[in-house]
């Protein structure tokens, strides 16, 4: 059952300034050596869909099932994303890494013959043979500096490559501005 939850209260922006501030160079330095994991997001608001490709995905809680990702404003997904309801949100692995870069090319038509995808009962647009897809209800966002913080609640799900417990999988990282796949050969002992 979905539960709607208050708009104001999952997160506050700060409203004070700061002395100093990194430099957005520096703030990039940061993050390229910081890797994160990669997902497609579409979402359709009755003009027809939209995907684009982030590695900020995050789960935030598992009762209730949420997650939060950001979008820039500068994303040419960001205005349909402002207003659609529902999301798809693809996990991917290393097999899904041309639709990673696919989503990530600015210009693109990402619903053309390339990619196969198809339209769920409810409407949403899904690509097919990625690793896992998570079908979510936008619950709430927030604008936080040049991107929008968007939470949702995870309806349903599809997982076609299941990774088990232990196991390192073929995960797909962004690091560095590039492409990375997580398998044995990079596991470390603990």
Known sequence: MFHAYPTDTWLEAPKQSFPSSL?????????????GGVAVITADAGE?????????????????PLMIFSVSALSSASDVLSRAETVVVHLLDAHDVD???FGATP???RFDQTHRWSTLATGEAVYEDVRAWV???????????TS???????????????????????AL???????????EHSKLDA
């Open 23 to 35: 430099s957005a160079n520096e703030f990039k330095s940061l993050f390229r050596g910081h890797p």
């Open 48 to 64: 027809g869909p939209v995907a684009l490709t982030v590695s900020s995905v995050v789960s935030v809680s598992a009762e209730p």
């Open 99 to 101: 639709l990673a870069k």
């Open 107 to 109: 210009g693109a038509d």
């Open 135 to 145: 079908r979510c209800a936008v619950i709430d966002r927030m604008e936080v500096g």
């Open 148 to 170: 929008t913080i968007i939470a949702v609640h995870a309806l349903e799900s599809r997982v076609m490559r299941d990774v088990q417990a232990g196991e390192p999988g073929d």
């Open 173 to 183: 990282v962004y690091h560095n501005r590039s492409w990375h796949r997580l398998g």
